[in-house]
């Protein structure tokens, strides 16, 4: 992780999100800490990646989730050069097909 972002608030805030136990405690639990723009802006970025993994062109994916090809392309650069974390949870989740472009 950057360290930048590892900070002991960052920690704390992952710490808190690791205690909730279902869908609905997300829901009520990010609705709380986010705007709604934040939410929204977060899952449209989790099914930019998804979309990308199924090798939808950046056209498909703007047209189908409204993404800027700007953030298509910072996604797709988290996908090729980040923690691997979208592909941790696409695994956890049983969308394993590995993205190897």
Do not use: G, P, S, V
């Given at each position: 992780m950057n360290n930048?972002?590892?900070?002991e608030a960052v920690e704390h805030l992952f710490e808190a999100i690791l205690t909730l136990e279902n869908k609905e405690e997300c829901f009520n639990f990010f609705e709380?800490?986010?705007t709604i723009n934040e939410l929204l802006s977060l899952s449209q970025r989790y099914d930019v990646a998804?979309?990308?993994r199924e090798h939808k062109t950046y056209l498909e994916i703007a047209e189908k989730t409204g993404a800027s090809t700007a953030t298509i392309s910072r996604v797709n650069r988290s996908l090729n050069y980040g923690c691997d974390g979208y592909e941790l949870v696409f695994e956890r989740l049983g969308k394993s097909e590995k993205h190897d472009d």
């Open positions: 930048k972002i590892r900070t709380d800490l986010c998804n979309m990308l």
